[in-house]
């Protein structure tokens, strides 16, 4: 079993800053591409932002310059340093990673629960 575990979403105003993190657990051989994705009312779900092992970054047009992601591989966590966050940043924030299991030939694509982002005007 893999599990993910996400924290730190919330309610802030506008230009303000959430930090969130989701730690992965379980029986992990490898984590290959950890990121963050959301999900507005009405919309579909959209990428925000991804992290390889080697550390290479991938970021939405849309938070470029804005939000910063991380990880941290001894501790299988991976972070959303949202900053200038605006009203139409909120959405529910999901965290998705790629993992190979432990004694599995294949990787696995897994998803959080989820976390409220609510950015007030």
């Known amino acids: 079993q893999v599990q993910l575990v996400e924290s730190g979403g919330g309610l802030v105003q506008a230009g303000g800053s959430l930090r969130l993190a989701c730690a992965a657990s379980g029986s992990i051989f490898r984590i290959n591409v950890m990121g963050w994705y959301r999900q507005a009312p009405g919309k579909q779900r959209e990428l925000v932002a991804t992290i390889i092992t080697g550390g290479t970054t991938n970021y939405a047009e849309s938070v470029k310059g804005r939000f910063i992601i991380s990880r941290d591989n001894a501790k299988n966590t991976v972070y959303l340093q949202m900053n200038s966050l605006k009203p139409e940043d909120t959405a529910v924030y999901y965290c998705?990673?790629?993992?190979?299991?432990?004694?599995?030939?294949?990787?696995?694509?897994?998803w959080g629960r989820g976390t409220q982002v609510t950015v007030s005007s």
């Open positions: 998705n990673t790629n993992i190979r299991r432990i004694g599995w030939g294949y990787d696995t694509t897994y």
